[in-house]
């Protein structure tokens, strides 16, 4: 019988996590090294924007289902479940630094006191679980301690973190013992078939060993980009051809074994997972002698579209020097503060290195891109509000489809802004709405209106 669950790391996924489990009826306590990040969290606030979150971290520190820490010992000792959520960044190779795992499992070992299950959920090159963590456990569980270890890969998107925790499409279960596998049906009990919950029949669960559920995770990413970087190489025959990638991606979508999901043409993906497991799985492979030559062309297709909207504002405007460029979204993705590979990090150096004036807003990002790119004091103007960044503006380029872009009121934004052209570089905007308004609309695979 599972008492209390313990989560080490509260980021991205471990603070989203541990709240599911709280949702589902856990007391969980959580742990982090950082204790600044402990008080935040501790005074019912999350660290980053995450929907949901705040409401939940409020609800559960209020009736003590969760509680946050940054002392290890009495939380490892008094759970039956520890979670390792810690991040996995990437190395110059693309490779996956496991420093942090290494020392989250040698802490969490140190400290069990009864039969423990370890999960590792972090995001790891296949084997890592057997020849990283299983070898630091034997060494360092105190002989007396019964343990499992699992692996249980976790597939929530920033912006959907606690639905998606709530409603999985699929769990994987890396295991080695049927106790474990039985503790994990026990921990997700409370998801399948109870009140509100999801219909176990609706979700995918897969028992399998170690290795396959960590390839499974890193798998998935790779092959969401591969289909991002496939429709924006179609958007670009597109631009060629004068073919329109919206109705291209319903054509292709309509068949249910491709489905519609993940063609979204534009600008291509970033944040912190996508572009890192496709670059991790790349590095396994070849470590392995498998020749990944798909991986790399995906990460090379992606990373080529920055420029693509760097051409086609340079060749609209006849050059960027003393041009006004209003840019609408830092974020990778709408819904979150998050600028982990966002094209924006990228494409505003080079329109000030060009000698461009940059007016940047987004609703949740811009301080983590201030922080992240270092650019105040050199042309880049942060600004309030959507129409602030507008105003007499040579040109708008849109990088994040945020709702409130897209509902844009297209009049108030043609008077702000000197002269009327937008490039979408997420095809978010209707394309003959914005002509009807007189707009000098470009997206991404998109022939002129009327075509
Ligand atoms: C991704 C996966 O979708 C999750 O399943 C996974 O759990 C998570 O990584 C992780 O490994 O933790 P996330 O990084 O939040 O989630 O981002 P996505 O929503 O998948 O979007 C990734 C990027 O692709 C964004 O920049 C988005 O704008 C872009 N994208 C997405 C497109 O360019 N076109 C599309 O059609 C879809």
């Known amino acids: 019988m599972i008492g209390k669950i313990c989560v080490f790391g509260l980021g991205h996924a471990g603070l989203p996590t541990s709240l599911s489990f709280a949702e589902l009826g856990w007391t969980v306590v959580g742990v982090d090294y950082d204790s600044e990040k402990v008080k935040f969290i501790e005074s019912g606030k999350s660290p980053f924007y995450e929907p949901e979150v705040d409401v939940l971290l409020q609800k559960h520190l209020a009736n003590g289902r969760f509680v946050a820490t940054s002392e290890a010992a009495e939380a490892v000792a008094s759970a039956d479940v520890v979670v390792i959520c810690v991040g996995t960044p990437q190395l110059p190779d693309g490779g996956a630094d496991l420093s942090f795992l290494r020392s989250a499992t040698a802490t969490i070992a140190r400290h069990m006191t009864g039969y423990t299950l370890v999960v590792q959920k972090s995001t790891v090159p296949p084997g890592t679980a057997s020849s990283v963590v299983a070898p630091i456990l034997e060494e360092c569980v105190p002989q007396r301690v019964q343990y499992d270890l699992a692996v249980n890969p976790e597939f929530l998107r920033e912006g959907s973190a606690v639905y998606d925790c709530l409603h999985p499409d699929r769990l994987v279960f890396g295991v080695d013992s049927q106790r474990a596998k039985e503790v994990f049906m026990e921990l997700y009990g409370p998801l399948l078939d109870g009140d509100q919950r999801v219909p176990s029949e609706q979700v995918g669960i897969v028992v399998t060993n170690w290795a396959t559920a960590e390839l499974i995770k890193q798998a998935s990413n790779a092959f969401l980009a591969t289909k991002i970087s496939f429709i924006n190489m179609l958007a670009d025959m597109c631009d060629a051809s004068g073919a329109n990638v919206l109705d291209l991606a319903r054509g292709l979508g309509s068949d249910p074994r491709i489905n519609h999901h993940y063609l979204n043409a534009g ?95 987004d609703p949740e990002a811009l301080g983590a891109f201030q922080e992240a790119s270092q650019l105040s004091d050199t042309g880049v103007y942060a600004c309030e509000t959507g129409l602030q960044a507008a105003e007499d503006a040579d040109v708008l380029l849109i990088l994040t489809d945020w709702y409130e872009f897209i509902h844009f009121d297209l009049s108030l934004l043609k008077t702000a802004m000197k002269s009327p052209v937008v490039i979408d570089g997420r095809n978010c905007m209707n394309a003959l709405e914005m002509e009807r308004h007189g707009f000098m609309y470009s997206g991404f695979g998109l022939p002129p209106v009327g075509i």
């Open 267 to 361: 600008l291509g993906f970033g944040g912190q997972c996508l572009p890192k497991d496709l670059r991790g799985l790349a590095a396994y492979g070849k470590g392995v002698g498998v020749d990944v030559n798909i991986l790399e062309s995906v990460d090379v297709v992606n990373t080529s579209r920055v420029d693509r909207i760097l051409d086609r504002v340079v060749s609209l405007l006849g050059g960027v020097e003393e041009r006004t460029i209003a840019i609408w979204g830092v974020a990778f993705k709408p819904g979150t503060d998050d600028v982990a590979e966002a094209p924006s990090l990228n494409l505003i150096p080079k329109l000030v290195d060009l000698g461009a004036v940059v007016r940047v807003y």
